[in-house]
Nanobody, 114 residues
Framework: VQLQASGGGLVQAGGSLRLSCSASGFNFGINSLGWHRQAPGQQRELVGVINSGHTTDYADSVKGRFTISRDNVRRTMYLQMNSLKVEDTGTYYC?????????WGQGTLVTVSS
């Protein structure tokens, strides 16, 4: 299983970014996928998830601002982040569970400046 997040960068508060997660090594179309993030000095937290039916769920802190989507043909998951806040700063990881194991990809850093 390989997961690779990309698209991070530096953005001003109120701005937008779109992260991508490319995946391989498992049946992408039937797996639930998630985004987690970790701010400096803090524990990782769940941002949101999307299941095989494209149903999504989000942490309260990002509801209404972030949108997760997936393209099963491209084996890619996306995280559209709007109205970014300084507290959204952190490394973002895409995740999935395969055969009972949790897999985390290499993260991408998002920095939101005030």
């Amino acid at each position: 299983v390989q997961l690779q997040a990309s698209g991070g960068g530096l953005v001003q508060a109120g701005g937008s970014l779109r992260l991508s997660c490319s995946a391989s090594g498992f049946n992408f179309g039937i797996n639930s996928l998630g985004w987690h993030r970790q701010a400096p000095g803090q524990q990782r937290e769940l941002v949101g998830v999307i299941n095989s039916g494209h149903t999504t769920d989000y942490a309260d802190s990002v509801k209404g601002r972030f949108t997760i989507s997936r393209d099963n043909v491209r084996r890619t998951m996306y995280l559209q982040m709007n109205s970014l806040k300084v507290e959204d700063t952190g490394t973002y990881y895409c995740t999935t569970t395969h055969r009972g194991r949790n897999f985390w990809g290499q993260g991408t850093l998002v920095t939101v400046s005030s």
